[in-house]
């Protein structure tokens, strides 16, 4: 299929192919965690807060590191049918275990750990209504928030360097009726051949690929064009996430992000000293 014809396809929503949904990132969405924002993207809405607590989990107390590390859930009726809260199924699922994870992974992969000092920031995710693309959302709007909360902790001294290395985003992408569709909505993902999540730095380094077949397998080429749709999607995401930053700023310098010229690789489990 031609880019031109790709291009041109419309989607239920009026969409082109390789277009996102409407994204809208509200920072300071409620008012106690050090950084807070509601994403938006199409119908799904996540709420992400970031926590700065003065601890680390016991495998890294005295080291000199700290720790990010994510929760998610989603809210009874956040789907068209209500769900029965997990706290009243005996904790979360494998589901929400494995999103847990991968949230977490992917936000510490830009994170210098020494720079945070033994204190650990929890990002909290709750879906309050999905329709696709929660886990990316709650990346992409973490993102956000944990830069807002090391932010507000070095204005106020408990972080004294920039411990941020990069952005983060992450979008969906897939295969439905043989075109390459980015960011899926739900009805797109239940129709999907192929369903692709990318996790991938502002560098274009990339943290996580997870594709899977629903029918046929798919040829490396496709697979190489899924990806290369979704860097353009995960482009644009940081540009909001830099526009949104700027503006919970209102014109202060965003100190918490490392220049690129001296960024480098940190192993988290390095002893800090």
């Known amino acids: 299929m031609t880019d031109s014809i790709q291009a041109s396809f419309k989607r239920n929503d009026g969409r082109n192919s390789n277009d996102l949904r409407p994204v809208k990132i509200t920072y300071g969405f409620t008012k106690h965690a050090e950084g807070s924002v509601l994403i938006e993207v199409g119908e799904t809405r996540v709420l992400c807060n970031a926590s700065v607590e003065e601890r680390v989990p016991p495998f890294l107390k005295g080291k ?48 210098d750990m020494a720079a945070l000092g033994e204190r650990t920031v929890t990002v909290d995710c709750d879906v309050i209504q999905a329709d696709g693309g929660t886990r990316t959302a709650a990346i992409t709007g973490g993102f956000v928030a944990l830069a807002l909360a090391v932010e507000k902790s070095l204005g106020e001294g408990r972080i004294v360097r920039p411990p941020l290395r990069d952005y983060i985003a992450a979008v969906s992408v897939g295969l439905v009726g043989e075109r390459i569709l980015l960011d899926l909505d739900y ?67 965003f100190r918490a992000l490392l220049d690129p010229a001296v960024r480098g690789k940190v192993n988290w489990k390095e002893d800090a000293s």
């Open 64 to 111: 000199g590191v700290g720790w990010v590390t994510a929760e998610y859930a989603m809210l009874p009726r956040a789907t068209q049918t209500r769900m029965q809260r997990e706290a009243n199924r005996g904790g979360p699922s494998g589901r929400t275990h494995e999103i847990q994870r991968l949230i977490g992974r992917s936000l510490r992969s830009v994170v």
């Open 187 to 253: 009805s797109e993902d239940s129709a999907a051949e192929v369903d692709m999540n990318v996790v991938r730095t502002g560098d274009g380094r990339f943290v996580e690929l997870q594709g899977t077949a629903e029918t046929d397998p798919f040829t490396q080429t496709q697979m190489t064009d899924m990806i290369s749709t979704a860097a353009s999607g995960v482009d644009r995401l940081i540009a909001i996430q830099r526009e949104t930053i700027v503006q919970a700023l209102a014109g202060k310098e």
